[in-house]
């Protein structure tokens, strides 16, 4: 029987999509695990993000999909939605799900703690609800991360965030959403797509600025072909209540909106906040992340962090894959660090973006001179459906290798192609290959071998 002064080989703190999986695997190695969840197993991507939201995206392309099938001969009449269904049958998934992250990290052995943990030193964590403390030869923080308001702007309580936003009692009829980042994108096109008027209100020029242009020019104007009103270099600077549901938003650009929902969906910030990290000696940045090693350690030998908490690549796969190393690295004697190279990434906006690689802005600022191949055009579905959404497919090549280091995508399918070819993009392939491979007809996606003259940009 192995002897240790320690409670547990490790103890996880936050049961998200990266903690469990780091948990699940270390236990499967062999070590004492032990898990503390304040909220509920799955974290921010099954219980109040991804998961929800796509369910949600689902829900609300019905309501395009109704009227463009009559040119296909359909008659849709008397269609209505209800939104109680949808949250219902929605939180029904999400319990589901939640069942099967607490039954596998059960059946990993795991011991679950369903309570907030702080770390009281390099190998205590203090078990609030519980009032006791454990030890542990490793401490794992996955905390994730966790809505960012403005607390300058007055009256901010009167806005939700992406953590109450899926379980709103009925739909809003006007809503303005504050952000231009995928979840004000995402959620713009949601509540449309259901029914409400809708705002978007920026700071910057460009929403989706972390993506390439072409795609930030090309969902804004999809944008307002679906009829969502999209104001600029706009911020609030006070929301006040009007009676009722209703509030007032005052933008600094002078224009006041009404509204009966106001969304904030400014950004995120790292959850380290009452942790007890800093007192414990952990190094962290500037907005509050755990600054770790190529292999998550931070600065104090026995408290690792992977996820959105490090702020590195903040997206639920990566989470699982640092997890995964993590545990493969420590408890499976197989040295592994996270590849943060080509990682895919989507918008599940009306059309959808996939993305994988550089921008064109960035190439060119690493390798200089580089080919740019881009379409736009109208997909044939859309030719009988009379919708005027359009499809956009941008490849960028290192001039000098002739390697394909950017795709883009803004149209139907754009994530699930995405997908597929970020293992091509990762693996090196080059503009050659891409147009030595035949086109399959009649598809969209044919197109991304069919291109073969250099675009240009109307500078």
């Not at 795709?407 to 995405?418: L, Q, S």
């Amino acid at each position: 029987m192995r002897m240790t002064k320690y409670d547990y080989d490790l103890f996880t703190i936050g049961a998200g999509s990266g903690g469990v999986r780091a948990s699940r695997l270390a236990a499967s190695y062999g070590a004492r695990v032990g898990v503390a969840e304040e909220y509920r197993v799955g974290g921010t991507c099954v219980i109040r993000g991804c998961v929800p939201k796509k369910l949600m995206v689902y829900a609300s392309e019905f309501g395009h999909a109704f009227e463009e099938a009559k040119g296909y001969g359909w008659t849709a009449e008397n269609v209505s939605f209800d939104w109680k269904t949808l949250i219902a049958n929605k939180d029904e998934e999400i319990d589901r799900l939640n069942g099967i992250y607490i039954r596998n990290l059960k059946n990993a052995g795991a011991d679950i703690f369903e309570s907030r943990a702080v770390v009281k030193d390099p190998h205590t964590v203090h078990l609030v609800k519980e009032n006791r403390d454990v030890t542990a030869e490793r401490i794992l923080i996955a905390t994730g991360g966790a809505p960012w308001v403005d607390e300058s702007v007055p009256g901010h309580e009167l806005g939700v965030t992406s953590n109450e936003v899926f379980h709103l009692e009925k739909l809003p009829r006007h809503v303005v959403i504050a952000g231009g980042g995928y979840i004000a994108v995402e959620f713009a096109c949601i509540f449309k797509g259901l029914g409400a008027e809708v705002t978007l209100v920026y700071r910057g020029e460009d929403i989706l600025r972390y993506f390439d242009r072409c795609i930030s020019v090309q969902v804004h104007d999809e944008l307002k072909r679906l009829g969502i009103h999209v104001l600029t270099q706009a911020v609030f600077t006070k929301i006040e209540a009007a009676g009722g549901d209703e509030k007032r938003v005052h933008l600094s650009t002078g224009t006041v909106l009404d509204a009966d929902l106001v969304f904030w969906a400014v950004g995120r910030k790292p959850s380290t906040q009452g942790l007890g990290l800093a007192e414990a000696g952990v190094k962290l940045g500037k907005n509050g992340e755990v600054i770790v090693d190529e292999f998550s350690k931070s600065s104090v030998d026995s408290i690792y962090a992977i996820g959105d908490v490090t702020d590195r690549v903040n997206l639920t796969p990566v989470a699982i894959r640092e997890g995964a190393a993590f545990a493969e690295t420590t408890y499976n004697n197989n040295p592994q660090s996270m590849d943060y190279a080509f990682i895919p990434a989507a918008v599940f906006s009306q059309p959808p973006v996939g993305s994988v690689g550089y921008s064109e802005y960035d190439a060119r600022k690493k390798f200089g001179a580089v080919d740019i191949y881009k379409t736009d055009f109208r997909p044939m579905k859309n030719t009988l459906s009379g919708s005027q959404q359009r499809t956009m497919m941008k490849l960028i090549v290192d001039a000098a290798s002739d390697r394909v280091v950017g795709c883009h995508i803004v149209g139907e399918g754009a994530p699930e192609m995405i997908q597929c070819l970020a293992i091509a993009v990762k693996a090196g392939v080059t503009k050659k290959q891409f147009d030595e491979t035949c086109a399959l007809h009649p598809t969209a996606a044919e197109e991304l071998v069919t291109m073969k003259t250099k675009w240009v940009p109307n500078l």
